[in-house]
Antibody, heavy 121, light 111 residues
Framework: EVQLVESGGGLVQPGGSLRLSCAAS????????MNWVRQAPGKGLEWVSY????????YYADSVKGRFTISRDNAKNSLYLQMNSLRAEDTAVYYC??????????????WGQGTLVTVSS | DIVMTQTPLSLSVTPGQPASISCKSS???????????LYWYLQKPGQSPQLLIY???SRFSGVPDRFSGSGSGTDFTLKISRVEAEDVGVYYC????????FGQGTKVEIK
């Protein structure tokens, strides 16, 4: 069974930093591209960042470019999001999501349960 | 950036009745590879989003056949033939031709 479990969320002051983790199991993590998607309280979904299976290709949404860094450790089956210079508008539930293979390549077929990041003084 | 616009933003449906959600993209989602990168998700209350439809009209594994998708280019529709209580939640369309962008979401509730 595919499982994605996020951790690392919490309360942080504006300008602070936080590192999110996503532990993957139930599939060959090193073969799949991964993403972070966030959802502000009561709002819709916003794609944040993408990383290829090897980690060689990375993309960011303009809203986080220069502040967030996505990475992965295929030996540990883990995905990360380093968030620096946090702002109040970064407050959201952060989901890790797998890019599917085969017929569903190009979209997110499995999502974690999310971890809440609150940026407030 | 590609903008995805959903209508309506909310829908109240009697069980057993059909429902329809429209999604329009600011650019064509038809790729040169012949695929159209339009997807539908459902986020049930308190849950993570779940994939319903990929490439406009293909149902993901385990998705009931009362869900169907249609459209082309920039105009797309998700239809539920007979709404059930378990279908409540927020439905999102998403484009995947140039990075990823979601629609605003359509909240479906039961009358």
């Amino acid at each position: 069974e595919v499982q994605l479990v996020e951790s690392g969320g919490g309360l942080v002051q504006p300008g602070g930093s936080l590192r999110l983790s996503c532990a993957a199991s139930g599939f060959t993590f090193s073969s799949y591209e991964m993403n972070w998607v966030r959802q502000a309280p009561g709002k819709g979904l916003e794609w944040v960042s993408y990383i290829s299976s090897s980690g060689s290709t990375i993309y960011y949404a303009d809203s986080v470019k220069g502040r967030f860094t996505i990475s992965r450790d295929n030996a540990k089956n883990s995905l990360y999001l380093q968030m620096n210079s946090l702002r109040a508008e970064d407050t959201a539930v952060y989901y890790c999501a797998r890019v599917g293979g085969g017929a569903v390549a190009g979209t997110f077929d499995y999502w974690g349960q999310g971890t809440l990041v609150t940026v407030s003084s | 950036d590609i903008v995805m616009t959903q209508t309506p933003l909310s829908l109240s449906v009697t069980p057993g009745q059909p429902a329809s959600i429209s999604c329009k993209s600011s650019q064509s989602l038809l790729h040169s590879d012949g695929k159209t990168y339009l997807y539908w998700y459902l986020q049930k209350p308190g849950q993570s989003p779940q994939l319903l439809i990929y490439e406009v009209s293909s149902r993901f594994s385990g998705v009931p056949d009362r869900f169907s998708g249609s459209g082309s280019g920039t105009d797309f529709t998700l239809k539920i033939s007979r709404v059930e209580a378990e279908d409540v939640g927020v439905y999102y369309c998403m484009q995947g031709i140039h990075l990823w962008t979601f629609g605003q979401g359509t909240k479906v509730e039961i009358k």
